[in-house]
């Protein structure tokens, strides 16, 4: 027990490392938790393959959508207040998808609640580079490693934990999957003042815009942006399709193979991301912040 509290004091940024992957966790824990209910969404709304497929695609339109509109909120009114707004926007409109009588509802819920993600996740690289100057790399490999947790675990618990929780009730399944949002806002509320450096806020004012110019925008915007449709697609149709074949009970473990097999990855950048960002070829993006993160934000 001594040794483990001597390596926690080497440790003063354990808790906030750990906040700020919850907050990575919580900007896709709600996104995911879709793919999963699709059979029951199909009966209870009689949702189309195309109302499918356009379910889907709202999330990533609403992250291309509202990423400069977010970097604009984080430089105007600051890191803390831009996250908790976002967060709170996912709470609440994630859970009132359990209400939705129709499609429609279904569709505006869904697009308020990909607005609070998006306008949330421009204000993590800021935050990483005021909060951890000197582990930066790391740092992004932690929240990002938290979006991809988060992923898995809608995907893999949806079906055979949560959903029985709610005693098969999609609508409630939602309200469920809303609760680990809620509590990581109050926790960020607790812990802000330890997580947002006071600092933060002038070193943003007048840096929102990205540079259209820059090529290397657009390629990282083109990259990442194909990257995640392919793998939002396959989520979302993956479950129709299990069940097209026969094989519905398939489902959950088709998507939490698909969703688990980014993790590897992730851990290995947790472990090597320091060295990446010392690099000559990684200054570039290093440095430029701003222009970059606003396409890998939307994507």
């Known amino acids: 027990m001594s040794a483990l509290r001597r390596r926690l004091a080497a440790m003063p940024d354990l808790p906030a490392y750990a906040v700020l992957w919850l907050i990575g966790a919580c900007l896709r824990l709600t996104i995911l938790?879709?793919?999963?209910?699709?059979?029951?969404l199909h009966a209870a709304l009689?949702?189309?393959?195309?109302?499918?497929?356009?379910?889907?695609?709202?999330?990533?339109?609403?992250?291309?959508?509202a990423a400069v509109p977010g970097s604009f909120l984080v430089a105007r009114f600051g890191i803390g207040a831009t996250l908790l707004a976002g967060l709170v926007l996912n709470t609440v409109a994630s859970a009132a998808r359990g209400a939705a009588p129709h499609v429609g509802f279904l569709y505006a819920s869904t697009l308020c609640m990909a607005g609070g993600v998006a306008i949330s996740q421009p204000a993590l690289p800021p935050l990483v580079r005021a909060r951890f100057p000197r582990r930066v790399g790391f740092a992004t490999a932690v929240f990002s490693n938290g979006l991809l947790v988060g992923e898995v675990l809608a995907a893999a618990l949806t079906r055979p934990l949560v959903l029985p929780l709610?005693?098969?009730?999609w609508r409630v399944t939602f309200v469920l999957w809303a609760l680990p949002v809620l509590l990581t806002t109050v926790l960020v509320l607790a812990y802000g003042h330890h997580l947002f450096p006071r600092h933060a806020a002038s070193t943003l004012r007048g840096r929102w815009m990205p540079d259209w110019s820059d090529p290397l925008v657009w390629r990282l915007g083109l990259l990442l942006g194909g990257v995640?449709?392919?793998?939002?697609?396959?989520?979302?149709?993956?479950?129709?399709?299990?069940?097209?074949?026969?094989?519905?009970?398939r489902i959950e473990g088709a998507l939490t193979a698909i969703n688990l097999a980014q993790i590897?990855?992730?851990?290995?950048?947790?472990g090597v991301a320091g060295r990446l960002a010392t690099r000559r070829w990684a200054?570039?993006?290093?440095?430029?912040p701003r222009q970059v993160h606003v396409f890998v934000e939307a994507s």
């Open 283 to 288: 200054s570039g993006v290093r440095h430029q």
């Open 46 to 65: 009689g949702l189309s393959e195309g109302q499918v497929g356009l379910l889907s695609a709202l999330p990533p339109l609403m992250f291309a959508a």
């Open 264 to 270: 590897p990855a992730s851990l290995l950048m947790m």
């Open 166 to 169: 709610a005693a098969g009730d």
């Open 228 to 249: 995640n449709a392919l793998y939002l697609v396959s989520n979302a149709f993956l479950p129709d399709y299990a069940t097209a074949v026969g094989h519905p009970e």
């Open 33 to 40: 938790v879709v793919p999963p209910l699709l059979p029951q």
